[in-house]
């Protein structure tokens, strides 16, 4: 059996959680903002009446789902400084930091997942409040931003919570592009002081402790808000 | 843009000595099912196990069963993978740690193990809810027949109960699949890993990362027509399945 040394998590206390899971939690909040906003847009894309809208956002979502996470970290992380030169016409590839970049791959990943949520709750709402609303002279928009996107966006709150703890785990993966995250942060302790044993428990129980309380909550939550029908 | 597409780099030989970059990628596919095939096995195994015990009538088993399925919930798949290759040989007894430090695929083995223990906890889930999704009055025929609790399990409500959850079963072996890829942080060299090295050594980062793509959508095709005629074949007369229209 080996010796423990715990002092190491009291030493690197500071700069696990200051650098690394700031960096992990403002990246999940971000993701699971645009991720949400433009998973309610792909998901209104694939229910869309239009057959060349409803394919693109199909294809896009189905996509996504078929690659494994770290592929698609990989792309981006390639794929973004040449869509940004594109975009603003210049040569060479555009520098993005890590953050940024990061940061648009989960956005654009996690909303294939976020829009099939939606989508679910958008088909939970009955075709007689879409009626309902064009009845009483509402447009499209107005039909969708006041009747049926409130109430598909309350009964997936739920879904919704338990995606984003998914998304919190998930970003660990940024570990490949060696973005120090949470787990990057403590791996990088744990390879200049050896301790890898203690880093490694340590973080998983964290990661344990915030999933599972978030996770009781979310329970809570959905008995709260669920309408009684 | 100026990026030198080369779409006929997949016949050129590759660094690692195994042919060309077309032979590297396959190697990695190969890796790439046969971590996910034998994982899954294993998270059938025991997630039906575990699974079965979230349902049973004794409050402490269902309590400890409970506890698996959160415990392997709540900790990233990154995080566990490095649990059992890093930390795992250390916290046994020395003897066994440096046998398992010197296993020959020691990333293979650890990725297995950890992705069937990581999958099964999700297996367990849907095991539960199948059960669960059988009317009660089922276990109760069962008993009322005079069949044992083992029994009624074993001849009526584990043969429905499997048939029911296969759909949901199928995303998580395409996901079992997918989430191999997290193995490469502890160096096996599956799909995604390869494409990875190809871009290196190549630096034609689109056409690897692209052939990768249609290699794993490729899969998925397979696998989900695979589950299909799986689920066509077990159907259970009178239950609504996809593609029988409910007769």
Not at chain 2, 30 to 59: D, E, N, S
Not at chain 2, 112 to 133: E, H, K
Request: hydrophobic residues 55%; proline residues 4%.
């Amino acid at each position: 059996m080996i010796n423990f040394d715990f002092d190491v998590i009291e030493r690197s206390w500071v700069y696990l959680f200051q650098t690394g899971m700031a960096f992990t939690l403002e990246l999940t909040g971000l993701a699971m903002v645009g991720g949400i906003v433009i998973g309610t847009l792909l998901a209104m894309m694939r229910l869309s009446s239009n057959k060349l809208i409803s394919t693109v956002a199909t294809t896009y979502v189905n996509l996504i789902r078929s690659v494994p996470l770290v592929l698609v970290i990989f792309w981006f992380y390639f794929l973004v400084p040449y869509i940004g030169a594109w975009i603003i016409g210049a040569n060479e590839p555009i520098k993005v930091g890590a953050f940024t970049s990061s940061l648009i791959t989960f956005i654009l990943f996690e909303a294939a997942y976020y829009c099939e949520i939606m989508r679910a709750g958008i088909q939970s709402i009955p075709r007689g409040q879409v009626w309902a609303g064009q009845a009483l002279g509402m447009n499209y928009w107005q039909t969708m931003g006041n009747i049926v996107l409130p109430q598909a966006f309350r009964n997936m709150i739920p879904v919704l919570l338990t995606q984003t703890i998914v998304l919190f785990q998930d970003v660990s993966l940024v570990y490949v592009l060696s973005i120090t995250d949470f787990v990057g942060a403590a791996s990088k302790v744990a390879q200049r002081d050896g301790r890898l044993v203690e880093m490694y428990l340590f973080v998983a129980v964290v990661y344990f402790v915030l999933c599972f309380s978030l996770s009781l909550l979310v329970k809570r939550l959905q008995q709260k808000v669920a309408i009684i029908r | 843009m100026n990026y030198n597409w080369n779409w006929g780099i997949f016949w050129e030989r590759s660094p690692d000595a195994i042919g060309t970059y077309m032979d590297t990628l396959l190697a990695g596919l190969y890796w790439t099912l046969a971590t996910a095939l034998i994982a899954w096995v294993m998270a059938l195994i025991l997630g039906a196990i575990i699974g079965t015990i979230r349902t049973m009538p004794h409050k402490w088993a269902v309590r400890l069963a409970n506890g698996y399925v959160e415990l392997f919930r709540n900790i990233p798949l990154l995080v566990q993978m490095f649990l059992w290759f890093f930390v795992m040989p250390e916290l046994v007894p020395t003897a066994i740690g440096d046998w398992l430090k010197q296993l020959p695929n020691a990333p293979f083995v650890t990725a297995v193990i950890c992705l069937g223990f990581f999958t099964s906890s999700r297996v367990a889930v849907q095991v539960s809810a199948g059960i669960n999704a059988l009317p009660r009055g089922q276990k109760m025929a069962g008993t009322a027949l005079g069949l044992t609790l083992p029994q009624t399990y074993r001849y009526v409500l584990l043969p429905m109960a499997f048939r029911i959850v296969i759909p949901p079963l199928t995303s998580e072996f395409l996901n079992i699949i997918k989430n191999s890829a997290v193995a490469l942080t502890i160096g096996l060299m599956e799909l995604t890993a390869r494409a990875r090295s190809m871009q290196e050594f190549s630096f034609q980062v689109f056409e690897a990362f692209t052939a990768a793509t249609i290699i794993y959508i490729l899969v998925n095709i397979v696998v989900v027509n695979l589950m299909r005629f799986i689920e066509k074949k077990v159907a259970v007369p009178g239950y609504i399945t996809s593609g029988t229209g409910g007769k």
